[in-house]
C-alpha cells in the first residue's frame, strides 16, 4: 500500500524548478503535432494551500511564495508563473499549487492528448475528480514500471514523458534507471524529463553515476545543490533525454534566477548543467 502523498511537498523549491522546466518543455515540444504529454507517477494534479497535508510543513512558503513575491524578468520564468497565477484565478495571493497534470491542461492545446497514472488510491480519486471531465485527458490506475512502454506506445508522434516518482520505495533508484533504459530504447525520439531528491547520502551520487552509466542517448543532466537547514532534500535534479537543441541557453538564467531566490543565504548554492 503506497502511504506517500505529494500534498506534503506541493509548491516547494523542488517543485519550482521541475515546474518551470516542465512548462518550458511543454511549450517547446508541443509545436510538434501530434503531441502527448505522458505522466507516469501523476499524484492529485492540484493542491489546496489549506489541505491538512500542505498545512503540515508549509514547504510552499520557501518555494513557491518566494518566486511569486519576487522581481521576475525572465521570460521562461513568467510563462510558469503566469500559469500558477491563471490558475489561481488572478488572485493576488494562491489558494492552491496547480501540479504538473494541471500545468500541462492549461499549456497544451485541446487536440493534444494527456496521460495520467496514479496507483495511490485517495490520489487517484482526487485525481479523477480534478480532471475526468476534460476530454483530451485519460486517467488510469496503472504501475507506469510495467506498464509504461505499452502507454507510450499508444500515443502517437511527438511525445514527453515525466517520470517523478516519490524515490520512497524499495529499490526505486534502481527501478527508475532501468524503466528509463528500457524505454528510452524503445522510444529513441521522445523527450523523457526524469526528477530525482538531492539528498545528504550516497544513494543520490550512485544514482547519478549508475543513470549516466548507462549511456542513453542525447542526456542532459542538471543537478541543483541547495543546502537548507529546514528540508532532508538538499537539493533537486533532473535528467532529460532528447531535450531541446537549444533549451541550456534558453533556461540557464531563469535557473540561476530561481536558484537565487530559493537559497538559503547560509548555505552555498549551485548548479550544474551537463550534456552527454
Not at 76 to 94: E, H, Q, R, S
Not at 169 to 195: A, G
Request: proline share 3%; hydrophobic share 40%.
Amino acid at each position: 500500500m503506497l502511504s506517500y502523498r505529494h500534498g506534503f511537498h506541493a509548491g516547494n523549491f523542488a517543485d519550482v524548478f521541475k515546474h518551470f522546466l516542465l512548462v518550458y518543455l511543454l511549450k517547446k515540444l508541443k509545436n510538434k503535432k501530434p503531441f502527448s504529454f505522458i505522466d507516469a507517477f501523476a499524484g492529485a494534479g492540484k493542491y489546496f494551500l489549506n489541505d491538512p497535508f500542505m498545512k503540515k510543513n508549509k514547504e510552499y512558503l520557501n518555494g513557491i511564495t518566494k518566486v511569486l513575491s519576487s522581481n521576475i524578468k525572465d521570460p521562461f520564468i513568467k510563462d510558469y508563473l503566469d500559469l500558477v497565477k491563471i490558475g489561481n484565478f488572478n488572485n493576488k495571493t494562491i489558494s492552491f499549487y496547480p501540479g504538473s497534470c494541471l500545468l500541462s491542461l492549461m499549456v497544451l492545446d485541446k487536440k493534444d492528448k494527456i496521460y495520467l497514472s496514479e496507483l495511490h488510491n485517495n490520489e487517484f480519486t482526487i485525481l479523477k475528480k480534478n480532471f475526468e471531465k476534460n476530454k483530451n485527458i485519460k486517467i488510469e490506475k496503472k504501475d507506469a514500471y510495467s506498464f509504461l512502454n505499452q502507454i507510450i506506445n499508444f500515443y502517437k508522434g511527438n511525445k514527453l514523458i515525466l517520470i517523478d516518482p516519490s524515490y520512497e520505495v524499495k529499490n526505486e533508484y534502481e527501478k527508475i534507471i532501468k524503466l528509463v533504459k528500457h524505454n528510452t530504447n524503445q522510444f529513441p525520439s521522445s523527450c523523457f524529463l526524469i526528477w530525482y531528491p538531492v539528498l545528504e547520502s550516497e544513494k543520490t551520487y550512485l544514482f547519478i553515476k549508475k543513470f549516466i552509466n548507462t549511456n542513453v542517448q542525447n542526456l542532459t543532466h542538471i543537478n541543483i545543490q541547495l543546502k537548507n537547514s529546514f528540508l532532508r532534500m538538499q537539493g533537486t535534479g533532473f535528467f532529460i533525454v532528447n531535450a531541446p537543441s537549444n533549451m541550456k541557453n534558453d533556461v540557464s538564467e531563469g535557473l540561476e534566477t530561481l536558484l537565487e531566490i530559493l537559497k538559503d543565504k547560509n548555505f552555498k548554492a549551485q548548479i550544474n548543467f551537463n550534456t552527454f
